[in-house]
């Protein structure tokens, strides 16, 4: 058993440190002996997680989820099912586990690696995806379509599990998730990474239109007179990270161009990073800072937050959130919503989650206290 958890802690840390695969706190991992399951517990990084940083669940206690009977309202739904896998934890385990944690408890192979590619998301998140993903991985996969996080998502994929079981007479080893990520399942650490290394560059081959991610100058001037403008919107106690590269101006240069990153494509774009950006077309004849007041107070208004994420025409993208590591993330959260739409291209464009799966997670008190415990770094 440890030996397999100090495998999960080099797996975990693999992925984790890798911005191809996890950015931020996100992405997920488990191990199973001895009939438990040790998963990332809720607010830990992968990139520096060690032992400590999994939360070990009984697993016939975690199957016996699936016999029990929640009620119809979502929030209380989600609340009791939290409720019963805080009490499947192990004896003596204090620690939050994953809210995915009943996903990794479905897949029979002992190690599960869930993350977040954005090339693999130009796929999760584009009109075309289901199609392509049949193409390339329906003998040896599922797609889950989105639905809300936690039990029904759960639900959703034991069905989807059972299916593919009954015609292939084996459990999947991937799962594409709609307007999500990727898990990947396998018996051994190695076998792991080489399923997950086949997928990215099967994934890969079919992407020819790839995000400008080069640095671009722009007018340093204006770049002053946004930043001054935001500190004074934002308030003292947040922090400003400012970004200009050859896809965000391109984005940034029309409401049309901006239209592919209107809405958010997946949960973790919402808690890091906001579930809208706001543009600003800096136009012509009106100062700046009165541009970025005039859609601030609007964005405000609106949404009943500020913006974490502000475009600015044909200048680059700014980040405001509480801290400078907060305001990194969401940079780093935009900066992959700008990739995903990139690569969605190749593939029917678009396709962003719908406005009540996007208002779910908003007021989905698991996702709160994921960005409370972002927020805090």
């Avoid at 080099?10 to 191990?31: C, H, Q």
């Avoid at 390339?136 to 029904?152: M, N, Q, R, S, T």
């Avoid at 307007?179 to 997950?196: T, V």
């Avoid at 579930?275 to 005039?294: A, K």
Wanted: overall charge negative.
């Amino acid at each position: 058993m440890m030996a397999g958890l100090d495998a999960l802690v080099e797996l975990s840390r693999r992925y984790g440190r890798d911005p191809d695969w996890v950015l931020a706190g996100g992405g997920n991992t488990s191990f199973k002996a001895g009939g438990r399951l040790f998963v990332k517990a809720s607010g830990s990084s992968l990139a520096d997680i060690d032992a400590a940083g999994f939360c070990s669940i009984e697993l016939s206690a975690l199957d016996r989820l699936w016999s029990a009977s929640y009620p119809e309202d979502a929030s209380a739904r989600e609340a009791a099912a939290l409720a019963d896998l805080m009490a499947a934890r192990s004896e003596g385990e204090t620690k939050r586990p994953s809210v995915e944690t009943m996903l990794h408890g479905l897949f029979p192979q002992a190690y599960v690696v869930h993350t977040h590619p954005a090339a693999v998301n130009g796929i999760t998140c584009s009109r075309g995806g289901r199609a392509v993903f049949e193409r390339l991985f329906g003998d040896e996969g599922i797609w889950v379509p989105f639905v809300d996080p936690g039990y029904v998502l759960a639900k959703a994929v034991r069905t989807e599990l059972e299916r593919f079981r009954s015609r292939a007479g084996h459990a999947p080893g991937l799962m594409f998730m709609e307007n999500h990520g990727l898990l990947i399942a396998a018996e051994s650490p190695g076998e792991l990474r080489n399923l997950a290394d086949r997928v990215l560059a099967r994934v890969r081959s079919e992407e020819t239109r790839l995000p400008d991610l080069g640095a671009r100058a722009v007018d340093p001037r204006s770049v002053a007179t946004a930043t001054i403008a935001l500190a004074t919107l934002a308030g003292p106690a947040v922090s400003l990270r400012f970004r200009a590269d050859g896809e965000i101006l391109a984005r940034s240069a029309s409401r049309s161009a901006f239209a592919p990153l209107s809405s958010a494509f997946t949960p973790d774009h919402i808690v890091y990073a906001g579930h809208e950006f706001l543009y600003v077309d800096s136009g012509e004849g009106e100062p700046l800072g009165r541009v970025l007041e005039s859609g601030w107070r609007e964005y405000e208004g609106r949404n009943g937050n500020p913006p974490r994420i502000v475009l600015v025409r044909a200048l680059g993208a700014f980040a405001c959130a509480a801290g400078p590591a907060a305001a990194e993330t969401a940079l780093e959260l935009f900066v992959d919503a700008c990739k995903i739409a990139a690569y969605a291209e190749n593939f029917g464009g678009v396709s962003h989650m719908a406005r009540e799966k996007i208002d779910f997670i908003r007021n989905w008190e698991v996702e709160r206290y994921r960005s409370a415990v972002a927020n805090r770094r």
